[in-house]
């Protein structure tokens, strides 16, 4: 059996190898690394897939989130709605842009932002809300669409970890992840569904006058070379990465396929276990499984972790730590008990090797492991 990882990148390149060496040599022979035509037909190419009108690349998804509130003209004291329950970069921006950062529970099942604790935390400042579409499916975006339109707020949907999930309204209609809210903003690092070979990211809009702001902060606030209308950073996709992401976004499909079928044999194997609940699935969206996430009940969760670490068996907890309970995000708002679904679950929650490789053997030597320790 080969090396369990919990995301297999080597194995994965190995099948796309001679395609990817291909297209890395022709960037370089044309030596058109900043802003060549492959970063344009990536750019297409994504905004067909996710039937989008705007794709702006950018250089990362912690950029994507920080260009698109940029791009809301949000000022300081403002405050942004976003969950305490995940990765640190949503919030990161908010603070480094000098609004402020509102966090709120999540659902103890699904483990997404709840709509009725960001309805309760709305006060006269609120400008935005910041869903998170975490571990691979969306949050309630019915719910969330209706509270920002009811309040006038924008909502900047981070969609870093869900790239590829569908999202089905009560009506029926369907949209991709990303592409719901005013802007989207997704993460293109090698470990995400859709990931390059370094850092890379993307913001999405329907809205034409606010691609064209962020098309111009990307790259300084110029309109034209040398003419600088507004403060921007410099944030642009690698012409490098951009070819790569042009060959794995073809796969993506099949790549959240692939996860969500290692999901469904884990699914089968614990989902009737007392000890353990399998995670559950939010109502009106697919589930690409950036993370598969058992919760643990009545055992011990690190006893798990260093048994299967014993058996060559890596696993994660996303996350340790509630954004806030982290130093950084402190604040006299809310201490310790302020969110007592997060604080209970960042003690429960593991991660489970999750990728695109995972072999029908792999998969059976870890569920056999995680129930071994269970059930002893
Ligand atoms: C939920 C979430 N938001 C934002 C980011 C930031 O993306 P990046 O690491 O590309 O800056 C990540 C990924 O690391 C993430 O998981």
């Known amino acids: 059996m080969q090396p369990i990882r919990m995301v297999d990148l080597i194995t994965q ?10 297209a890395i040599a022709e960037v370089m022979n044309q030596a058109a690394f900043i802003n060549g035509p492959e970063v344009k037909a990536f750019q297409t190419e994504l905004e067909d897939y996710l039937q989008v009108k705007h794709v702006i690349p950018c250089a990362n998804g912690t950029d994507a989130l920080q260009v698109a509130m940029m791009a809301l003209d949000l000022q300081p004291g403002d405050e942004v709605i976003t969950a305490t329950f995940t990765y640190v970069a949503t919030a990161e921006v908010i603070a480094l842009l000098k609004l402020t950062p ?8 699904t483990f997404l932002i709840d709509p009725a604790a960001i309805e309760a935390a709305i006060t006269p400042k609120t400008k935005a809300i910041v869903p998170v579409h975490l571990f691979g499916q969306c949050a309630n975006m019915d719910e969330i669409m209706r509270i920002a339109k009811a309040h006038n707020l924008f909502v900047i949907e981070d969609t870093a970890q869900a790239i590829g999930a569908t999202y089905t309204f009560a009506d029926g209609n369907t949209a991709k ?43 300084h606030g110029q309109s034209k070379q040398y003419y600088h209308d507004s403060i921007g950073v410099n944030s642009r996709l690698d012409s490098i990465q951009a070819a790569i992401l042009r060959i794995k976004l073809r796969q993506l499909d099949d790549y959240n396929v692939s996860r969500q079928s290692a999901a469904a044999a884990y699914d089968k194997a614990f989902g009737e276990h007392p000890k353990l609940r399998i995670p559950a699935r939010a109502a009106n969206s697919t589930h690409v499984f950036h993370q598969y996430t058992l919760k643990v009940k009545g055992a011990d969760r690190d006893g798990l972790r260093a048994y299967l670490a014993d058996r060559d068996i890596p696993s994660m907890i996303y996350y340790p730590v509630a954004l806030h309970m982290q130093s950084a995000y402190a604040s006299d708002r809310y201490g310790k008990g302020a969110f007592p679904v997060t604080e209970n679950l ?29 059930n002893q």
């Open 102 to 109: 509102v966090l709120v529970d999540v659902d103890p099942e």
């Open 13 to 22: 390149y190995q099948k796309i190898k001679p395609e990817v060496d291909t």
């Open 177 to 219: 992840a990303g592409t719901i809210g005013t802007i989207g903003a997704t993460s293109f690092f090698p470990s995400k569904n859709l990931g390059c070979f370094g850092d890379g990211g993307a913001i999405f809009t329907q809205d034409d006058d606010l691609a064209a702001k962020m098309r111009m902060i990307v790259n």
């Open 346 to 374: 960042v003690e429960e929650v593991i991660s489970l090797p999750m990728h695109t490789e995972l072999t029908p053997d792999q998969i059976e030597y870890i569920i056999n492991s995680v129930l071994e320790f269970i």
